[in-house]
């Protein structure tokens, strides 16, 4: 197919690389420069899909990121992505995309249906319609709403696609290249100032690549480019197309999306598919430009009608005709300049112009061509289904309430304009509280709020010589107050235009007898109607407004009919705009993929993996990992075909039996020095550390201060001033910064100073009957006997000739041992402790087994210490303190904290000696209570007894002291179980704890 | 994302602290009788401020300290901060 509606020269594409791309399976040829959109046009497509609501034959309204209507799937490289606006997608050879919304086919689509149900499908349907009977809402409802909703399928594949992040710091970020951009890049770069100029097209320079204007004897189109192209030589200034500043956060905080890779076919080998810019700018210059509005009519959503500066930017850039018999509607200058380019390329337009009279140098020019221009005359309707084929016109009374006598004329488009609606999103999202300009019926940012300074038609300004004025004096301005420099800039000559005054008037009455749809916001098909009913529905706040009716609430934000449906609930409520309001104005701007937000923290890069210095090691003998908070655990060493519940058993049994190891370097350990360092332990710990010797390790709680267990771990004194405190490893960070706080905040006459040291030592325990012959072999001239090392006792050796520090203490319940050694020799320590370890039958043991003996032996865990629990609760009370005061202690004395039936730890066998029961089974006196059946615990941990061969379980049971003996049930809805059990004594094995100190 | 002045290590993005409440709460002091409402305040009870707000924050990501912020909880405006052992005045 040929594309009918290039026209033979001009437009900035470049025509010696012809692109072939695919839209809904026919292949189409366009041009490189081109974006999906233009190529479309230049090829007479009109429809690209089916509206939101009624399935409505969709077009093209616009050109750039306001487009509402073309929103299509893409195909790129094996992947697709949804919600990609044609307008913005530039073309590449071997592009695919498809219409959204439509089923079977973008011409014949099932869905238009509800075009002639729309009587029944009025604002706030959902909240109305589907009400009733209850029981419709899964079954047909939900399913029915759920595929006729969407713009496009997001891909369940994992994205090939590499997305980065990047940190940036500058002087001054400015927000779009058009005049203000450039004038005030310009004027901060000569002054030294760092600047990034951030600019969403593909091509630099925003209006002036369309205008028709003069800049120092230069088009505005030449003059963008010299400045461009000298801003890239500077070092100062970093220029980036296709990025979009889309969120203005705190503290002059904003973030950009750079689309690296988008117009490419493929994204190149170690390049990012989108880079995630956080910009901190020291000043702010939002040159954002405006958006044009459309003006309401009947039936203004048929392909065809489109946004005049649309029109003429297809023209200009793209050398695109969006249609051989146009009809420009206007109530303003602007569409005497599409007119104009029309007309320039040889085509008749024909403008009506809601004014009864206007004068102006481009009215003038447009006369001078010869231009049909019918004043005080507007489109009541649009005819045609899938395009615009004639227009049904009028004259229009002063008063704009008096339609004429309708005529039809022929057109291929109707090109709109509705006068400039100012992009005040970034200003507003500063925080800056936007005020109404009478002058052009919309807002602009008034009183700046952060470092941000809003200029030229961003701010309301249409002059270009005043914009450049203002942005030039800006840009200095800024820049001087960081660089104390200041160059002086020559402002160049500018030549434009006049305009005259733009018409009030921004929708045409419905002619007697006519019932034509008028749309405010053109993605969620909002019509006038919509708008209308919520408020006779006795909506009247714009923010409820929106959301009834839906109005604003697309992907595209309502750029293109806030205002319009402002002004339609001002002249209804017979308010004043600015006493209506507009809604917020919340980031991001414009759609942003979740990759780019996400970034590289995808995966195993979501968060950190650390590994013990033994990881190898435990790799290479099978171990099956386990993540244990970020650490990455052995949780068993696979045998054979093992299991996790056999191998998890032999590894357990051979610590009762003979001699076990377990990698333990994850516990947190933190390094305590200072003279008043054992009166920070004994402020902390609920139990007395004041006389704790040199060379004794002691156990210990800590609690919050609100009386609940906070952590427990050893704490050894190495020397007269130096401590060494392990914690559990999940909360090693907290109980550091809880440290911290103390000793900064609340005691600061304290003389300690804590430090993290969990990854300077590498630890193993060594656990068993046969740990201490394993422990002579290891330490060979030491005395490590039941004198030499008694329980809980602490010595530094050296184990072949690397510096080691032993701890008698014990988690399994064993006879037991922890080695320390500087990270570097952690690998050597282990393989030591397996090669001597042989003869009495050394295994390694993981996780899970370690989970067996601890809780067996009633030795509590992160499940019992869970944020819930106070000491009484573990079983822990005889090691409060009643003498002394420390953290958490007067919370001790609450009501509930005292009661006499407190829940408690016990332990809980199945009365079959079978059944496992699963953790989080609640505990019920009764099995067939009626629901809710009153729960008396929970079962926090659970194993199969080695010692006994049993299953065996830990529960936080209420009243749990009086309970030993009695039988209650396990139930887990879960896992549908219901178990009956008899409750023990938590001390499972070896109640008096003699293993340990054997 | 606020830009938060550490007084020690000078201006560093919010990611690098973490947050730690009112700082205005003083603890009772060890060993001292206090009644249950006296306890109730220090644990519990938070005004939840809208405007002018002493905070809490440790550059937990950098030095280490805790540092007091004063921030406006409704504009996210910071004025001062200090370090953990200064006055507030």
């Given at each position: 197919m040929t594309q009918a509606f290039r026209i033979e020269n001009g437009g900035l594409i470049n025509r010696d690389k012809k692109l072939s791309f695919k839209f809904n399976g026919k292949t189409y040829f366009g041009y490189e420069g081109d974006t999906l959109a233009s190529a479309l046009l230049a090829n007479g497509v009109h429809l690209v899909g089916r509206s939101f609501k009624y399935h409505r034959p969709r077009g093209f309204f616009g050109a750039g990121v306001d487009e509402p209507y073309a929103v299509v799937q893409l195909y790129r490289n094996g992947e697709t992505e949804p919600n990609i606006k044609a307008t913005e997608q530039e073309l590449f050879d071997g592009l695919e995309a498809k219409s959204v919304n439509c089923w079977p086919s973008v011409n014949f689509d099932i869905g238009a249906i509800n075009n002639f149900l729309k009587i029944f499908l009025p604002a706030g349907f959902y909240y109305k319609t589907f009400?009733?009977?209850?029981?419709?809402?899964?079954?047909?409802y939900e399913p029915f709403i759920r595929k006729a909703a969407g713009l496009g399928v997001a891909s369940t594949k994992h994205d090939k696609e590499r997305y980065e992040h990047k940190y940036e710091y500058c002087d001054l970020l400015i927000a779009g290249s058009g005049p203000s951009g450039l004038a005030g890049a310009y004027a901060a770069a000569k002054n030294g100032a760092k600047v990034i100029l951030a600019e969403d097209k593909p091509r630099f320079g925003g209006s002036l690549l369309t205008s028709d204007v003069n800049i120092g004897n230069q088009s505005g189109k030449d003059w963008a480019e010299g400045i461009i192209a000298e801003l890239k030589t500077m070092p100062n200034v970093v220029v980036k197309n296709r990025s979009q500043i889309f969120g203005y956060y705190d503290h002059n905080m904003l973030v950009m999306s750079e689309k690296v890779s988008d117009h490419l076919p493929s994204t190149k080998k170690y390049h990012p598919n989108k880079r995630l810019w956080y910009i901190r700018a020291k000043e702010v210059l939002i040159s954002s430009g405006s958006i044009e509005r459309p003006i309401v009519f009947g039936n203004n959503d048929t392909p065809g009608v489109m946004l005049s500066s649309a029109a003429k930017e297809y023209l200009k850039v793209y050398g695109v005709l969006v249609g051989r018999k146009p009809l420009v509607f206007t109530n303003n200058d602007s569409g005497y300049e599409t007119a104009i380019e029309f007309k320039k390329h040889g085509v008749d337009p024909v403008v009506l112009d809601s004014r009864k009279n206007a004068e102006s140098e481009i009215i003038d020019e447009a006369k001078n061509l010869g231009i049909n221009i019918k004043n005080s005359f507007v489109v009541v309707a649009a005819q045609g289904y899938k395009k615009v084929k004639s227009a049904d016109i009028a004259s229009i009374s002063d008063d704009k309430k008096q339609l004429g006598k309708i005529e039809n004329i022929q057109c291929d488009c109707i090109c709109v304009s509705g006068f400039w609606t100012p992009t005040i999103h970034l200003a507003s999202q500063s925080g800056n509280k936007t005020k109404f300009k009478e002058e052009i019926d919309a807002f602009v940012p008034g009183q700046s709020k952060q470092n941000e300074i809003t200029l030229g038609a961003a701010n309301g300004v249409f002059s270009l010589d005043e914009t450049l004025k203002t942005s030039f004096k800006a840009g200095s301005e800024l820049s001087k107050k960081l660089t104390k420099k200041d160059n002086e800039i020559a402002i160049p000559n500018v030549v434009e235009k006049k305009s005259s005054q733009h018409d009030k008037f921004w929708c045409v009455p419905l002619p007697k007898g006519k019932n034509y749809k008028r749309f405010l916001d053109f993605q969620n098909d909002v019509a006038v109607s919509d708008v209308e009913i919520a408020l006779r529905e006795g909506y009247r706040s714009i923010e409820h407004v929106k959301r009834y009716t839906t109005l604003g609430m697309a992907t595209d934000q309502g750029k293109t009919s806030n205002l319009n449906g402002l002004q339609l609930v001002s002249e209804i409520e017979n308010k004043v705009v600015p006493a209506v309001g507009h809604t917020t104005f919340r980031p991001p701007y414009t759609p942003v993929s979740i990759g780019a937000i996400v970034g590289r923290e995808v995966g195993k890069h979501s968060k950190p993996t650390r590994k013990s210095p033994m990881h190898l090691w435990h790799e290479k003998n099978n171990a099956v990992f386990v993540d244990a908070g970020v650490w990455l655990r052995p949780r068993y060493y696979k045998r054979g075909n093992e299991n996790l519940f056999e191998g998890s058993k032999r590894e357990a049994k051979n610590v009762r039996t003979n001699v076990g190891v377990c990698d333990v370097t994850t516990l947190g350990k933190i390094d305590i020095k200072g003279p008043d360092a054992a009166e920070l332990l004994n402020r902390v710990y609920t139990n007395a550390w004041m006389k704790l010797p040199v060379g004794k390790a002691r156990y210990g709680v800590m609690l919050r201060e609100d009386g609940i267990v906070m952590d427990d771990g050893t704490t050894t004194r190495i020397s007269e001033n130096h401590y060494h405190m392990t914690t559990t490893t999940a909360q090693a960070a907290n109980v550091l910064s809880h440290l911290e706080y103390y000793l900064q905040l609340v005691w600061p006459e304290l003389n300690v100073n804590v430090v993290s040291t969990t990854e300077q030592w590498a630890g193993a325990a060594i656990a068993g009957p046969k740990s201490r012959d394993l422990l002579q072999k290891l330490f060979p001239n030491s005395d490590v006997s039941n004198e030499g090392l008694p329980f809980m006792g602490f010595m530094e050796r050296d184990l072949f000739g690397v510096k080691a520090r032993i701890f008698r203490i014990s988690f399994s319940g064993e006879l037991a041992y922890e080695v320390n050694v500087e990270s570097d020799y952690g690998n050597f320590m282990w393989e030591k402790i397996i090669e001597l370890g042989e003869e009495f039958n050394i295994q390694p043991y993981g996780t899970e087994a370690l989970s067996t003996l601890r809780i067996e032996m009633g030795h509590v865990a992160g499940s019992e210490l869970d944020?819930?629990?106070i000491p009484f609760d573990n079983a822990l009370e005889g090691l409060v303190s009643k003498k002394k005061d420390f953290i958490g202690k007067r919370s001790l004395q609450r009501s509930a904290f005292i009661a006499q039936d407190r829940q408690r730890i016990v332990g809980v066998v199945p009365l079959d000696k079978q059944t496992s029961i699963p953790e989080g089974s609640h505990l019920v006196k009764d099995d067939k209570a009626p629901l809710p059946n009153p729960k008396l615990g929970h079962i926090s941990a659970s194993c199969w007894s080695v010692e006994y061969d049993n299953p065996f379980s830990l529960a936080i049971l209420k009243d749990g002291k009086n309970m030993i003996g009695q039988k209650l049930f396990a139930m887990s809805p879960l896992k549908n179980k219901v178990i009956p059990v008899e409750i023990v004594s938590s001390h499972y094995v070896d109640p008096k704890g003699e293993r340990v100190r054997s | 994302m606020l830009y938060i002045n550490c007084p020690h290590c000078g201006m560093r993005s919010q990611n690098e602290f973490s947050y730690g409440g009112d700082a205005s709460v003083k603890r009772p002091e060890l060993n001292k009788e206090v009644s249950d409402q006296e306890w109730d305040n220090f644990v519990y009870n938070r005004k939840s401020l809208r405007g002018k707000h002493l905070e809490l924050w440790q550059h937990i990501s950098g030095c280490r300290q805790w540092i007091k912020v004063e921030r406006d909880t409704a504009t996210h405006e910071i004025f001062r901060t200090f370090k953990a052992d200064e006055e507030v005045a």
């Open positions: 009400m009733w009977p209850k029981s419709f809402w899964y079954r047909i944020g819930r629990t | -």
